[in-house]
């Protein structure tokens, strides 16, 4: 365990305090409990899988500034106050290494002014708050700053002038509010992370898994469970596609990837053109809304489906009156996988087995990866 002088405070390592055989214990003991609620008599759980520490490739912090000062970390347990952090023993080496360069960024942005439109006249503001997204990708640094300003030349040209003296970081992108398009202002290479072989191309402000190791871990538990069944496999809710690449690298499958973001999306094909492979098929589909529905899954031997924490309750409503086999689910939320497997169990399906992988490391998030048959 590392040593962390913020972990009394700090949101991001609530179970900090406790040792390996406690921690451990909590993690299972708090699982179990949860999918207890599952309405099936006996529930197999397969080995846990646990990431170390040190090994966390993305991190969303938040920063305030106030009296010629920077603040920029995670959140107070349960606040909104921002713990000042220069380094997270969670982060891997070429974050922490880079963190004060990223503190560099935004303590310059936030020194520069706006012109601001008000009535017939135009004020001055400023940034004092917001939020910066990293991501470690296998050539490099990805950065998202979130303020709610419109970049201006000379924040450009800050961004630009600092950066181009910071060979780690190789994008920096800029979002107005959550629900406005990701600009890119520097792009000094496109950021890439290896997956099964292939260079996966990382649009800027996608959902990454939180580490390589977490990845890797998620990967082989899918693939252990589906074993040596191939076929037409969907990958439902397909991010970037951990699952599709190394399911599609085996021979005789043919895969379905189903995602709702555009951006992801094309970014996705651009990879999965420059690589030449032939046996991924690409939808865009809001899952939540428009399902895969039974005649759609009767062309399907398994289904994979790694949904957000709200789970894929549409989805599983359809899957329950399919004919689908086998069905591997993946959840970052524990509550909404036990309402996703009572309707498969409800369809006919029985839960074969569940493994919890603990990639979020020392936090009260859990993750799961489970296998359903259909009988």
Known sequence: MRICQLSENCGGCVLRNLNDEQYKAYKESTARKILSHIEQKEIIFGESIYIPEGTRRRASMAFNYSKKHLKMGFNVSQSHEIIDCSECALLTDKLNNNLKNIRILIEGLCVESFSVKK???????????????????????????????????????????QINQCPDIIRVSWQKSKTTNVETIIEKSRPLIKNSGVDVYIPAGTFLQASQAGEQALINCVLNYIGD????????????GTFTYPLAQIKGNQILAVDLSAALLEGFRHSVNKNQLMNIQIEAKNLFKYPLDTEELSKLD????????????????????????????????????????????????????????????????TELVALFEKE
């Open 229 to 240: 069944r191939k076929g037409k496999i969907a990958d439902l809710f397909c991010g970037v």
């Open 302 to 365: 398994i289904v994979v489906f790694d949904p957000p924490r709200a789970g894929a309750a549409a989805q599983t409503a359809q899957l329950a009156k399919s004919k689908v086999p086998i069905v591997v689910a993946v959840s970052c939320n524990p509550y909404t996988f036990v309402n996703d497997a009572n309707t498969l169990i409800s369809g006919g399906y029985v839960l074969k087995e569940v493994t919890m992988i603990d990639q979020f490391v020392y936090s009260k998030h």
């Open 119 to 161: 009535g017939k006249k135009f004020i001055s503001q400023y940034i004092n708050e917001g939020e910066v997204a990293c991501c470690e990708a296998d050539n490099g640094i990805d950065i998202l700053i979130s303020v709610p300003f419109e970049p201006e030349l000379n924040h450009r040209m800050i961004i630009c002038e």
